[in-house]
């Protein structure tokens, strides 16, 4: 059964410090998501990506985040100047549609800002 | 805006008894209402959808949710709960005209006894 994949599974930085966090979506899917918890709290939203351009942010989604489908497999969220606060799982989504359709999550990457 | 609400961070209920767990949503139109499940180390699945069909809907293992109107609820139940259903469930919301953001409750920790 096809599934989102994430890399790495942990990932310790230090402040300050540039993090790249990779996803591989479901092949024949089309919008992509990136989505956060922060120990202890909800679910959040950051952003969505549909034919190659950020079709939804959050106000979370600041000048140190971005996002790249570079390859036209991998879907990656790169984090600026990593702080203390971005220490959170991160889990990336894909799925074949809007609205109603189901977004597949991925197992999460837990980042951990020292 | 939407918003859920997820009464109860933790369940815990008998191997054999009723599970229900609560939700509830603001939404300024017709919303879009999901149940996730999270088992340990892994992402989120889905459980069920509401998309305006049907008011009572039935989910992957055993699992069903009404969607109340008059009550702003899409409360989860399960008749009989099993050792393997112990794990975390979110609640999400997501309206027509936000495109395909999802919004999460807190969540609930299911915990089953034997």
């Known amino acids: 059964e096809p599934e989102v994949t994430q890399t790495p599974s942990h990932q310790v930085t230090q402040m300050g410090q540039e993090v790249i966090l990779r996803c591989v979506p479901i092949?024949?899917?089309?919008?992509f998501y990136w989505y956060r918890q922060i120990l202890g709290q909800k679910v959040e939203f950051l952003v969505s990506?549909?034919?190659?351009?950020?079709?939804?942010k959050s106000e979370i989604f600041d000048d140190q985040f971005s996002v790249e489908r570079p390859d036209g497999s991998n879907f990656t969220l790169k984090i600026r100047s990593t702080k203390l606060e971005d220490s959170a799982m991160y889990f990336c989504a894909s799925s074949s549609g809007q609205g109603t359709t189901e977004q597949f999550f991925g197992p999460g990457t837990r980042l951990t800002v020292l | 805006a939407q918003s859920v609400t997820q009464l109860g961070s933790h369940v815990s209920v008998s191997e054999g008894a009723l599970v229900l767990l609560r939700c509830n949503y603001s939404s300024s139109v017709p919303p879009y209402l999901f149940w996730y499940v999270q088992y340990p180390n892994q992402g989120l699945q889905l459980l069920l959808k509401y998309t305006s069909a049907a008011t009572l809907v039935k989910g992957i293992n055993g699992f069903e949710a009404e969607f109340k109107k008059s009550e702003t609820s899409f409360h989860l139940t399960k008749p009989s709960a099993h050792m393997s259903d112990a794990a975390e469930y979110f609640c999400a919301v997501s309206e027509a005209n936000a495109g395909n953001m999802l919004t999460f409750g807190g969540g609930t920790r299911l915990m089953v006894k034997p």
């Open positions: 990506f549909y034919n190659n351009e950020i079709s939804e």
């Open positions: 092949s024949n899917h089309l919008y």
